[in-house]
């Protein structure tokens, strides 16, 4: 191949590149605008999901994810995550999460959902319905991502996209760099109480300029 032509290929391949960090990358993550930042209402911080949230693996619920995080705000936080729950499940509670007026809702759902090989569509299209809901009442939602469990497809695009359809602050990926690694899971799906200690750090350096 000529060099010119050798050049040009080159050329091609690093504005393919660019344009697919462009598109695909991390720029674009929360490039949208967040509703209700700040939020218009004044109660306490909600975890909502399961049992990612509620702490399994962690040998205690004060050893969970929201326990972590609310050291790391310096204010409480509301576990309301429950073992097991899919999307359709945890919508049955929401009303109960809505009760507190919380300011903000961190939403990690849909683990359950990918696991039980569920209609995705439907999955994440009721969690945007149940995220829209709590934006009502003046909650800042914050999105909690999964890129996929074992042996399962990825699904962090629909996480994106829900965070943006919504207007709410992703999260993405809340297990990376946790999931596959011994000494921070307690299972081949639950991290321990220091991978918690993880989720909780990454999730209040993401909350942090959302805080008031």
Not at 15 to 33: E, I, K, Q, T
Not at 73 to 95: I, K, Q, W
């Amino acid at each position: 191949m000529p060099i010119q032509r050798r050049l040009l290929f080159f050329l091609l391949l690093l504005l393919a590149g660019a344009a697919s960090y462009w598109f695909f990358g991390p720029s674009r993550v929360n490039s949208w605008r967040m509703r209700n930042s700040p939020p218009a209402a004044f109660g306490p911080v909600v975890a909502f999901g399961d049992s990612l949230t509620a702490g399994r693996g962690a040998g205690g619920a004060e050893n969970s994810y929201p326990s972590a995080l609310s050291s790391l705000l310096g204010r409480p936080v509301e576990n309301m995550g429950v073992d097991g729950d899919t999307v359709a499940r945890a919508s049955e509670r929401l009303e109960k999460v809505l009760e507190l007026s919380p300011s903000i809702v961190v939403v990690l759902l849909g683990g359950n959902d990918m696991l039980r090989r569920m209609n995705l569509d439907e999955s994440f299209a009721l969690l945007e319905t149940m995220i829209r809901r709590i934006q009502q009442e003046g909650s800042l939602v914050f999105v909690a991502g999964l890129e996929g469990l074992p042996l399962l497809a990825p699904v962090g695009k629909r996480y994106f996209e829900a965070a943006k359809n919504t207007g709410s602050v992703l999260i993405p990926d809340v297990l990376k760099g946790i999931l596959g690694k011994p000494e921070l899971m307690a299972d081949g799906i639950h991290p321990n109480a220091a991978g918690y200690r993880v989720m909780a750090e990454r999730i209040a350096k993401a909350m942090a300029p959302y805080l008031r």
